[in-house]
C-alpha cells in the first residue's frame, strides 16, 4: 500500500517569514495531494490540493507543489501569520483512490511573534 | 451550507462494550468515509460508504463496522472495545466516490476506552 512521510514534525518560524512542509510518497500510482490543517479541538480542514497532471498550485498565501519523479509534495506558506500555527497534514490517494486517503504523521507549524 | 456534523463529541465507555457514531455529511454529498487519529499511528482509513453501500475498508478488524442511510448519513460501531480504540473518530463527506475527491471532515468523535 500508499507510504507518506512528512518532515519536519515540529517546525517553528518567525511570524512574517515562510515555512515549507515537505511529503514523499511509495506508490507511483497516486495522482491527489490533499494538504489539511488541524487545529486543536477541530476536525481536519482542506486548505490545498494538487493532482498529479499538474505541477504546482497557489492560493493567496499557501502554495503546492509536486514532483512525481522524485515522488515528493510540498507546502509552502508565505508571509505567515499567528493563526497559520496548527497541524498539517499531507495526504495522497493512490490508484483509484480504493484505499482511502494516507496520511503522512503531521508536522506542528509554530509562529513565534 | 451546514458543514459535516457528528455525534456525540465525547463518549467514554468500559472494555467490551459497544459504541456506535453518527456522522452527517454535508448537504448533497453522498460519500462518508470513516478515519481513526490517534497519537501512535495518525490518521487511517477505517471504510468508505458510497450510495448505502461500504466501497472501501482500511485495515482494520471486524469489529469495526458501519452502514450508510439513504440519506447519505452515516454510523459507525465498533463492538467489544478495546483499550487501544481509544481515538478520535473523524468522518469526512464528499460529493463523489473514492479518495480522490475532496474530502472535508467533521469535528470529530473522542472515543475514550477505560
Known amino acids: 500500500g500508499e507510504n507518506v512521510e512528512q518532515h519536519p514534525s515540529t517546525l517553528s518560524v518567525q511570524e512574517g517569514d515562510s515555512a515549507v512542509i515537505k511529503c514523499t510518497y511509495s506508490?507511483?500510482?497516486?495522482?491527489?495531494f490533499p494538504w489539511y490543517k488541524q487545529e486543536l479541538g477541530k476536525g481536519p480542514q482542506l486548505i490545498i490540493d494538487?493532482?498529479?497532471?499538474?505541477g504546482e498550485k497557489k492560493d493567496q498565501r499557501i502554495a503546492v507543489t509536486l514532483n512525481k519523479t522524485a515522488k515528493h509534495f510540498s507546502l509552502h506558506i508565505t508571509e505567515t501569520q499567528p493563526e497559520d500555527s496548527a497541524v498539517y497534514f499531507c495526504?495522497?490517494?493512490?490508484?483509484?483512490?480504493?484505499?482511502?486517503?494516507?496520511f503522512g504523521k503531521g508536522t506542528h507549524l509554530i509562529i513565534q511573534p | 451550507k451546514a458543514g459535516v456534523t457528528q455525534t456525540p463529541r465525547y463518549l467514554i465507555k468500559t472494555r467490551g462494550q459497544q459504541v456506535t457514531l453518527s456522522c452527517s455529511p454535508i448537504?448533497?454529498?453522498?460519500?462518508v468515509s470513516w478515519y481513526q487519529q490517534t497519537p501512535g499511528q495518525g490518521l487511517q482509513f477505517l471504510f468508505e460508504y458510497f450510495s448505502e453501500t461500504q466501497r472501501n475498508k482500511g485495515n482494520f478488524p471486524g469489529r469495526f463496522s458501519g452502514r450508510q442511510f439513504s440519506n447519505s448519513r452515516s454510523e459507525m460501531n465498533v463492538s467489544t472495545l478495546e483499550l487501544g480504540d481509544s481515538a478520535l473518530y473523524l468522518c469526512a463527506s464528499s460529493w463523489g466516490q473514492g479518495a480522490r475527491n475532496e474530502q472535508f471532515f467533521g469535528p470529530g468523535t473522542r472515543l475514550t476506552v477505560l
Open positions: 495526504a495522497a490517494a493512490s490508484g483509484g483512490g480504493a484505499d482511502g486517503l494516507t
Open positions: 494538487i493532482r498529479s497532471n499538474v
Open positions: 506508490d507511483s500510482a497516486s495522482n491527489y
Open positions: 448537504s448533497g454529498h453522498r460519500s
